[in-house]
């Protein structure tokens, strides 16, 4: 038989539960603030007269942003490296994750190997020379100059690693007495047992390859190829007018940088607010799971 709660028991739930509103919409707030600004007219975002609802209701701002094939065609190029940098990424920890795992009587020198990945989050090997590798090579003004310098985020890698080796033993040599061999238990077994800590993952590869802008900068000489972040930064930040048709310049003249960068902070963001309701309920399990043990 279940006792009620004791009323200081009832008054500590709902004192945890007014924190956690409070805190919930001190998180919402900015992004709410920004929405507002974005849909405010530049006198009212200039005037510091926005707060949680737009004052003087306009779309200019997204119209400066949205209406531009330069902006269309960034937005392609961020959503191709999203897709092919995800994936690459993904399937390389999971590749390299699966064999680190192993104990050394399995796979020797297993502590080599993962020293030498571990060691490339403490020492990076500098901006001119990946830039003159990548330059080498002949990515430059390509998308995999995007995407096959990170191809293997080893953080990531960690955690999967850290995940694979906390899985029980018994399931795998099950599998192997079943007479499955590594491809068939990694997909069957491993990876069905990881969801958690691949939307984890997932979610850090996504975040990472949409936000990313300076590589953009860096490795496109051609301002056609930029991808979202890095074209926004240099018509939003830097405000290079070459880039800008005249129709363009004279709607900027009617907007605020206030009331630009807000609207393009927001569609910047949009993609990943989409997603991550989808794969939150995996985030907390999967990044405690993942780093547990070593």
Same mark, same amino acid.
């Given at each position: 038989m279940v006792e009620?709660?004791?009323i200081g028991r009832r008054l500590f739930q709902i004192g945890n539960y007014c924190f956690l509103v409070l805190l919930a919409f001190l998180c919402l707030f900015p992004i709410i603030?920004?929405?507002?600004?974005?849909?405010?007219?530049?006198?009212?975002?200039?005037?510091?007269?926005v707060g949680l609802w737009p004052v003087?209701?306009?779309?200019?701002? /997204?119209?400066?942003?949205?209406? *531009?094939?330069?902006?269309? !065609?960034?937005?392609?190029?961020?959503?191709? !490296?999203?897709?092919?940098?995800?994936?690459?990424?993904?399937?390389?920890?999971?590749l390299i994750a699966y064999p680190l795992s192993k104990e050394t009587r399995e796979f020797k020198f297993r502590s080599v190997y993962v020293w030498y990945f571990f060691i490339t989050? #403490?020492?990076?090997?500098?901006? &001119?020379?990946?830039?003159?590798?990548?330059k080498s090579t002949g990515l430059m003004d390509t998308i995999?100059?995007?995407? #096959?310098?990170?191809?293997?985020?080893?953080?990531?890698?960690i955690l999967l690693l850290n995940f694979f080796r906390g899985l029980p033993k018994e399931l795998e040599e099950a599998a192997f007495i079943d007479g499955a061999g590594h491809i068939r238990t990694l997909w069957s077994l491993f990876i069905p047992l990881s969801k958690p800590v691949l939307a984890t993952v997932l979610l850090f590869t996504m975040?990472?390859?949409?936000?990313?802008?300076?590589?953009?900068?860096? /490795?496109?000489?051609?301002p056609t190829n930029y991808p979202l972040q890095s074209y926004l930064q240099t018509? &939003?930040?830097q405000q290079d007018m070459s880039a800008m048709s005249d129709s363009d310049v004279e709607l900027m003249k009617q907007l605020s940088?206030?009331?630009? *960068?807000?609207?393009?902070?927001? #569609?910047g963001a949009l993609p990943i607010i989409a997603v991550y309701p989808f794969l939150q309920k995996f985030f907390v399990k999967g990044i405690v799971l993942g780093s547990v043990k070593g």
């Amino acid at each position: 038989m279940v006792e009620n709660p004791s009323i200081g028991r009832r008054l500590f739930q709902i004192g945890n539960y007014c924190f956690l509103v409070l805190l919930a919409f001190l998180c919402l707030f900015p992004i709410i603030h920004v929405l507002a600004v974005s849909f405010s007219s530049s006198s009212a975002a200039s005037a510091g007269r926005v707060g949680l609802w737009p004052v003087e209701f306009t779309t200019k701002a /997204y119209a400066f942003v949205l209406n *531009k094939e330069e902006f269309t !065609r960034s937005f392609g190029v961020s959503l191709q !490296r999203l897709v092919l940098g995800t994936a690459l990424n993904m399937i390389m920890c999971v590749l390299i994750a699966y064999p680190l795992s192993k104990e050394t009587r399995e796979f020797k020198f297993r502590s080599v190997y993962v020293w030498y990945f571990f060691i490339t989050i #403490l020492f990076g090997g500098g901006l &001119i020379p990946t830039y003159m590798t990548v330059k080498s090579t002949g990515l430059m003004d390509t998308i995999w100059a995007l995407i #096959l310098p990170g191809a293997v985020p080893v953080f990531n890698m960690i955690l999967l690693l850290n995940f694979f080796r906390g899985l029980p033993k018994e399931l795998e040599e099950a599998a192997f007495i079943d007479g499955a061999g590594h491809i068939r238990t990694l997909w069957s077994l491993f990876i069905p047992l990881s969801k958690p800590v691949l939307a984890t993952v997932l979610l850090f590869t996504m975040v990472g390859h949409w936000n990313a802008w300076f590589d953009g900068l860096i /490795y496109m000489n051609d301002p056609t190829n930029y991808p979202l972040q890095s074209y926004l930064q240099t018509v &939003i930040i830097q405000q290079d007018m070459s880039a800008m048709s005249d129709s363009d310049v004279e709607l900027m003249k009617q907007l605020s940088n206030q009331t630009v *960068k807000s609207a393009q902070i927001f #569609l910047g963001a949009l993609p990943i607010i989409a997603v991550y309701p989808f794969l939150q309920k995996f985030f907390v399990k999967g990044i405690v799971l993942g780093s547990v043990k070593g």
